[in-house]
């Protein structure tokens, strides 16, 4: 089993940035496709991006403003955020799956941590 633990989530003027961090353990995880959903109040959780062998998705949304990167070192995920505007505002999730395709569908995944919280004000 894998199991991820995010953080560095808080609240953030627009235009500003954050950093999340997602912690793995539990088995082999280099090899996982990663990556990062999000989930405001009243919407499904969104594809945010991917992370495998050399191929990162981002959703449109994101693209330009936000970077995801690991350290398979460490065996951490990064999800750099950049220029945030409001409509960032969302719990964050780290998720993973074993299967090595990048999905965007949520269900495609297999572990998920428990989420950290991101409110951008205006």
């Known amino acids: 089993q894998v199991q991820l633990v995010e953080s560095g989530g808080g609240l953030v003027q627009a235009g500003g940035s954050l950093r999340l961090s997602c912690a793995a353990s539990?088995?082999?995880?280099?090899?996982?496709?990663v990556g990062w959903f999000r989930q405001a109040p009243g919407k499904e959780r969104e594809f945010v991006s991917g992370?495998?062998?050399?191929?990162?998705l981002y959703a449109h949304s994101v693209e330009g403003r936000f970077t995801i990167s690991r350290d398979n070192a460490k065996n951490p995920v990064y999800l750099q955020m950049n220029s945030l505007k409001p409509e960032d505002t969302a719990v964050y999730y780290c998720?993973?799956?074993?299967?090595?395709?990048?999905?965007?569908?949520?269900?495609?995944?297999?572990?998920w941590g428990q989420g950290t919280q991101v409110t951008v004000s205006s």
């Open positions: 998720t993973a799956r074993q299967i090595p395709q990048l999905n965007r569908n949520p269900n495609a995944y297999d572990y």
């Open positions: 539990g088995r082999t995880f280099s090899s996982y496709v």
């Open positions: 992370l495998s062998e050399g191929i990162t």
